[in-house]
C-alpha cells in the first residue's frame, strides 16, 4: 500500500515537474510593466523615438495608442516596436485584441488590423521614411460586426514564400481561421524553422503554412538585404516587430520558445 502510494507520488512529482521544464522553455518578450528590450521606429522619426507614446505599458498591457501628439491624424506615420535581439527557429505566442476606433485617416484596409513582422530587418538598417520593415508579415485582423474576415493571414512586404512547392508573389495570403469580432482576446502562435517553414495556429489549430521565406530581388530595401546577405534571398532569422497602423490594439503575452 505504502510502496503504491509512494509510486503514485512519485509519478506525480515527475509529471508536475516536467510540467514545470516545459513551461520553462518560454521566455517573456514582454515583461508587462515596461518597454525593455523593445525598441520603437516610427515613420518620419529616428531610431527609438517613440512619437507620441504610440507604444506603451498601461495596466499590466503593452498598448497601442494615437491619443497623445497625433491630434487625431494618422499622417501614414506607421509604426514598429521591434524587440532588440534577432531569432531564427523558434514558436512565437502572443495574446491581441483590438479596442477603440480607428483614427479617422488611417487607411481603409488598416481598420483593426496590426501585424506580427517575423525575419525582418533591424530598426537601424529602415530608413527613416520607411513605411514597414522588409519582413515576413503575420497579420492580425479583427473582424468588423459582421461577415468573415481571417486573421492569422500572411502579408510580405519586400519578401515572398513558396506555397505548395511554387513561389508565391501576391502580398496577402489568407488563413482559414474563424472571424473574431469584438474586444475579444485572440491567442495566436508562429512556428518559425529558419528558411524552411513557417506554420500560423490559432489555439493549437493549424490555419496556414508556407516554405522557404526569402527576399523580394525586386524590393529596393531588400535588394540591399540581399547584397548583405552574399547575393543568398532565402531568409535564416531575423527581428520581430509589432505594428502601429492606426487601429488601436492591446497585446497581454508575448512569449518564444526556442527550437534547435
Same mark, same amino acid.
Given at each position: ?14 509529471l508536475?515537474?516536467g510540467?514545470?521544464?516545459a513551461?520553462?522553455e ?8 515596461d ?5 520603437a521606429?516610427?515613420k518620419g522619426y ?9 507604444? &506603451?505599458?498601461e495596466?499590466g498591457?503593452l498598448k ?7 491630434d ?8 514598429h516596436l ?14 491581441? &485584441?483590438f479596442v ?8 481603409g484596409?488598416a ?10 530587418q533591424t530598426?537601424?538598417s529602415m530608413r ?14 479583427g ?6 474576415r481571417?486573421?492569422a ?10 506555397k505548395?512547392g511554387k513561389l ?7 488563413s482559414?481561421s474563424?472571424t473574431?469580432h469584438?474586444?475579444?482576446w485572440?491567442?495566436v502562435?508562429a512556428?518559425v &524553422? ?7 495556429r ?5 490555419v496556414?503554412?508556407y ?7 525586386g524590393?529596393?530595401?531588400?535588394a540591399?538585404?540581399?547584397k ?5 534571398v ?11 497602423e492606426?487601429?488601436p490594439?492591446d ?8 527550437l534547435?
Open positions: 500500500m505504502k510502496k503504491t502510494l509512494l509510486s503514485a507520488l512519485t509519478i506525480t512529482g515527475l508536475c515537474a510540467t514545470l521544464r513551461e520553462a518560454w521566455t517573456q518578450l514582454f515583461n508587462g510593466k518597454l525593455t528590450g523593445w525598441t521606429k516610427i529616428p531610431v527609438g523615438e517613440n512619437f507620441g507614446e504610440t507604444f &506603451r505599458v495596466d498591457l497601442v495608442r494615437y491619443d497623445k501628439g497625433y487625431n491624424k494618422f499622417n501614414s506615420r506607421f509604426g521591434f524587440y532588440h535581439r534577432p531569432f531564427s527557429n523558434y514558436v512565437l505566442r502572443v495574446e491581441y &485584441r477603440g476606433e480607428q483614427l479617422p485617416d488611417g487607411p484596409w481598420k483593426r488590423n496590426n501585424g506580427i513582422m517575423l525575419h525582418g530598426p537601424e527613416v521614411n520607411q513605411d514597414f520593415p522588409v519582413s515576413i508579415e503575420y497579420q492580425l485582423l473582424g468588423l460586426g459582421t461577415g468573415n481571417s486573421t493571414n500572411l502579408c510580405s512586404p519586400g519578401t515572398h514564400v513558396e505548395d508565391y508573389t501576391p502580398h496577402g495570403l489568407n482559414t474563424e473574431y469584438g474586444e475579444q485572440v491567442t502562435e512556428e &524553422r529558419g528558411s524552411k517553414s513557417i506554420i500560423h490559432i489555439d493549437g489549430k493549424t496556414l503554412e516554405q522557404k521565406p526569402q527576399y523580394d530581388p524590393d529596393a530595401d531588400a540591399l538585404l540581399i548583405q546577405n552574399n547575393g543568398n532565402l531568409i535564416e532569422g531575423g527581428t520581430i516587430s509589432i505594428q502601429a492606426s487601429a490594439c497585446f497581454r503575452k508575448i512569449e518564444i520558445k526556442e534547435d
